[in-house]
């Protein structure tokens, strides 16, 4: 089955400056790898996903780059911000008919104002 | 995107006792699933909730700790059978869309003693 591990574990930077946490997968066959935040005690939320016909999403100061040869995949949040503070998953599709998601450790971001 | 709601949304419970958790979404959706969250740990999918039919377990759960019911296109139970410390965990529901985008419910908090 699929695999997604997940670097760094966790990440502390100054407000104001990019962050990028990385993924790889390993099943060539997953197409699609959405990005979650979780707040403490709340619900996994979807921040921003891509699909594997393109290397290169973005939506305000969040990013996310896909290379599929290597089979990685990176988020990039510019202009941090301290209520970008939380956990984030990377997950990736599994190929065939279940459709399930396979989800890395968890990355710990806090944000230092 | 759909509305989830789970109830309970946590909950003490003694060992040996079961507990059932119900998940419940505001429009009809193909795919449901359930998942769990160790304390501080990442996701894990326990099974595929099929509408009609038994659900597909992965590995490492069964259905005689986990049964799980769908009897309908919004619903979904999931049942913690003969509870153990271990147990205790964030229990998420999550549904699909025909994107493949997954939606996650609130969670339920339960706590074995």
Same mark, same amino acid.
């Given at each position: 089955?699929?695999?997604?591990?997940q670097?760094?574990? &966790?990440?502390s930077v100054?407000?104001?400056d990019s962050?990028?946490?990385?993924?790889t997968?390993?099943?060539?066959?997953?197409n699609?790898?959405?990005?979650?935040?979780?707040?403490?005690g709340?619900?996994?939320?979807?921040?921003?996903?891509?699909?594997?016909?393109?290397?290169?999403k973005?939506?305000?100061?969040?990013?996310?780059?896909?290379?599929?040869t290597a089979?990685?995949?990176?988020?990039h949040?510019t202009?941090?911000?301290?209520?970008?503070?939380a956990?984030?998953?990377c997950?990736a599709?599994?190929?065939?008919s279940a459709?399930?998601l396979?989800?890395?450790?968890?990355?710990?971001l806090?944000?230092?104002? | 995107s759909?509305v989830?709601s789970?109830?309970?949304s946590?909950?003490?419970c003694?060992?040996?006792?079961?507990?059932?958790?119900?998940c419940?979404?505001?429009s009809?959706?193909?795919?449901?699933f359930w998942?769990?969250q160790?304390?501080?740990?990442?996701l894990t999918l326990i099974a595929t909730?099929?509408q009609?039919?038994?659900a597909?377990?992965?590995?490492g759960?069964?259905i005689?700790?986990?049964?799980?019911?769908?009897p309908?296109?919004?619903f979904?139970?999931?049942?913690?059978s003969?509870m153990s410390?271990?147990?205790s965990?964030?229990?998420l529901?999550?549904v699909?869309?025909?994107?493949? &985008?997954?939606y996650f419910?609130p969670?339920?908090?339960?706590?074995?003693?």
């Amino acid at each position: 089955g699929e695999n997604v591990e997940q670097h760094p574990s &966790t990440l502390s930077v100054q407000e104001g400056d990019s962050a990028v946490i990385k993924c790889t997968y390993s099943d060539s066959a997953s197409n699609y790898f959405p990005w979650y935040k979780q707040e403490l005690g709340k619900r996994p939320q979807l921040i921003i996903d891509i699909r594997s016909n393109v290397g290169e999403k973005k939506d305000q100061r969040i990013a996310v780059t896909l290379n599929k040869t290597a089979k990685h995949f990176s988020l990039h949040i510019t202009e941090t911000q301290p209520e970008d503070s939380a956990v984030y998953f990377c997950a990736a599709l599994s190929s065939g008919s279940a459709r399930q998601l396979t989800f890395g450790s968890g990355t710990q971001l806090t944000v230092l104002p | 995107s759909a509305v989830i709601s789970q109830k309970p949304s946590r909950d003490i419970c003694q060992r040996g006792t079961s507990l059932t958790i119900q998940c419940q979404v505001d429009s009809q959706v193909t795919m449901m699933f359930w998942y769990r969250q160790q304390p501080g740990q990442s996701l894990t999918l326990i099974a595929t909730a099929n509408q009609g039919s038994e659900a597909t377990y992965e590995s490492g759960f069964v259905i005689d700790k986990f049964p799980i019911s769908r009897p309908n296109l919004t619903f979904s139970t999931l049942t913690v059978s003969n509870m153990s410390p271990e147990d205790s965990s964030i229990y998420l529901c999550s549904v699909g869309s025909s994107t493949d &985008t997954q939606y996650f419910g609130p969670g339920t908090r339960l706590t074995v003693l």
